[in-house]
T-cell receptor
Framework: NAGVTQTPKFQVLKTGQSMTLQCAQD?????MSWYRQDPGMGLRLIHY???????DQGEVPNGYNVSRSTTEDFPLRLLSAAPSQTSVYFC??????????FGQGTRLTVV | RKEVEQDPGPFNVPEGATVAFNCTYS??????FFWYRQDCRKEPKLLMS???SGNEDGRFTAQLNRASQYISLLIRDSKLSDSATYLC????????????FGKGTKLSVKP
């Protein structure tokens, strides 16, 4: 029972580097999303997808790209990492209106 | 007014105590309501959905007041294992209905 698999768990980047956070779910959920969680800020929506080939911006999309080529996968790309992107990132999936299942999170530090 | 507001706490209570958390939301078109639990350095997990008629799951009771745009969570007979951050979550209106998270209320149950 994999659920939502998110990799890597930890990552350190230098300013200006790019990377991709991977997210895969095996529950055939239509809806997938990426959040970042910062101290005192709660979870904030970065991007989301309502199905393969469809993505949209959330509350804090700048500096991030996403794509949804399959139902299962929803990678998050950091184009040019900045220290302000130091955060904990969570991927989530759900049926519409249903319980959201989260990956274990990625702790990203940008130096 | 923030979309979902919670008292950040911390709430420090002894084992066996009853504790209540409150949450207010700003969008009257919100459709669904949830309480999630997040342990330190872990992903959020669904604790319970909140229904208009109120609902109970063991020691946990959730209430919704649509007129006042207010959600509550009551925990009876607190256990040490209840120590966590409790997130109030609202599913917005509209076709996407993204989840909007409160910043969380921290609970610490002491022996």
């Amino acid at each position: 029972n994999a659920g939502v698999t998110q990799t890597p768990k930890f990552q350190v980047l230098k300013t200006g580097q790019s990377m991709t956070l991977q997210c895969a779910q095996d529950m055939n959920h239509e809806y997938m999303s990426w959040y970042r969680q910062d101290p005192g800020m709660g979870l904030r929506l970065i991007h989301y997808s309502v199905g393969a080939g469809i993505t949209d911006q959330g509350e804090v999309p700048n500096g991030y790209n996403v794509s949804r080529s399959t139902t299962e996968d929803f990678p998050l790309r950091l184009l040019s990492a900045a220290p302000s992107q130091t955060s904990v990132y969570f991927c989530a999936s759900s049926y519409f209106g249903g319980e959201a299942f989260f990956g274990q999170g990625t702790r990203l530090t940008v130096v | 007014r923030k979309e979902v507001e919670q008292d950040p706490g911390p709430f420090n209570v002894p084992e066996g105590a009853t504790v209540a958390f409150n949450c207010t939301y700003s969008n009257s078109a919100s459709q669904s309501f949830f309480w999630y639990r997040q342990d330190c350095r872990k992903e959020p997990k669904l604790l319970m959905s909140v229904y208009s008629s109120g609902n109970e799951d063991g020691r946990f009771t959730a209430q919704l007041n649509r007129a006042s745009q207010y959600i509550s969570l009551l925990i009876r007979d607190s256990k040490l294992s209840d120590s966590a951050t409790y997130l109030c979550v609202v599913k917005g209106g509209g076709s996407q209905g993204n989840l909007i998270f409160g910043k969380g209320t921290k609970l610490s149950v002491k022996p």
